[in-house]
């Protein structure tokens, strides 16, 4: 483990939206102070080979890793699935769910990724009464911190089970009493985090989904947020959930969460698979950030989202491993590509900077993590030393362009990760 004050010396890196050769990195306190290109390497300076900016996974379910590989025989739909889902969830505790997440996040960081956005909600015992003193997110928190990964805990307001609908027994553990506790618990949690010292943590927040809270809710939500916390929703993943919401409210998921001023650059709609022409317009205006999770979505069956028509009307886009039934963010990039390429009927649907853009710029972005300036991928001075090193000539990588390497890598190819101007090897 290489401390947080170092020299490095890449042979190749991605430096402002080009590759470099030669590129030296000084990292203070974890964050690059200097990135010089074509320079020779320095007796004390720790040598890479081709090194590129850390990916951001903005939005994971630590514990649907324990479905991975236990689900396909059950055949059916996503509702299916859920319950399967809900009886994981069932056996949680605090102590089991730390380990289990920090798998998940050492998983994560070995295969590229230096951030996650954890859309949590497991809150309380399975009968509903509250762990003390915010211990299952403690868990969450405490697992990232000794992986090594930075961590956005994203934590989740879940109050109804559907449209209408009073929670099952099932959900319990879930919720809080109403909207209000919720958001006092989620200011009684970042109080706690913030002086903690797990410097690697951060607090955001998510609403579960316009199924899982009522109007009257998002307004209460809409007032009693901070405004500058990333907002995150799982948003029109199904048309079942479309479909009630139009019955119920005679407006879309994205409608209703326009209606109540939640559409902005700070809001994060996950999914966003069955949108109308309206739903794009509205949250390309408002700046809002797409974060598709191109393997779940897949492994779902849900559909593939609309990715090129909400970049034109001006919304971003992001990508995350969501059940991780691969944990893979090469994968999750690539797959933006090669979905459109199945759903258009043709190649070269999005330039290879949208797919890099895609996974650093924009999930930090989507995180709460980087500003809304636009700018291209790559290290940059000012910023984290969270970096990943991949090997380039392996059987898939060989001879390929560097810029198109989201195209061909895969997890397997990564040989260190940085996080913070600390390196660690997979394994």
Known sequence: MT????????????????????????????????????????????VLGTVVPGFANAHSHAFHRTLRGRTHADGGDFWRWRRRMYDAATRLTPDGYRDLAEEVFTEMRDAGY??????????HTPQGEPYPG????????????????RLVLLDTCYLRAGVGQPLGVEQLQF??????????????????LAGSGRELVTVGAAIHSVRAVSPDDLAVIAEGLPDDVPLHAHVSEQPDEVTACLEAYGVTPVGLLSAHGLLSPRFSAVHATHLTDDDISLLGAAGATIVMCPTTEADLGDG????????AAGAHLA????????????EEVGRLEFDQRLRLGRRGVFPPEVLWTAGTVGGHRSL?????????????????????????????????????????ARAADVTATIVGGRLTRPG
């Open 175 to 192: 919720a809080d009493a109403d909207v209000h506790r919720w958001l006092e618990r989620w200011h009684a949690l970042r109080d706690t």
């Open 3 to 46: 401390g947080a004050d170092a020299n490095y010396w890449c042979r190749r890196a991605l430096v402002d939206g080009a590759f470099g050769e030669q590129v030296r990195v000084r990292v203070v306190g974890g964050d690059v102070t200097e990135v010089s290109v074509g320079v020779p390497a320095e007796p004390d300076e720790t």
């Open 368 to 408: 709460g993590l980087a500003g809304d300036d636009g700018r291209s991928p790559g290290l940059q001075v000012g910023e984290p030393f969270d970096a990943v090193e991949v090997d380039t000539d392996t059987p898939r990588t060989r001879g390929a362009d560097p810029w198109q390497l989201p195209l061909v």
């Open 304 to 311: 593939i989202g609309p990715a090129p028509d909400l970049l």
């Open 134 to 149: 915010h211990a299952m997110e403690l868990a969450l928190a405490d697992a990232a911190t000794s992986a090594g990964l």
């Open 114 to 123: 230096t951030v996650v956005g954890e859309f949590h909600y497991i809150h």
């Open 319 to 330: 990508v995350g491993s969501d059940q991780h039934v691969v944990i893979d963010p090469w």
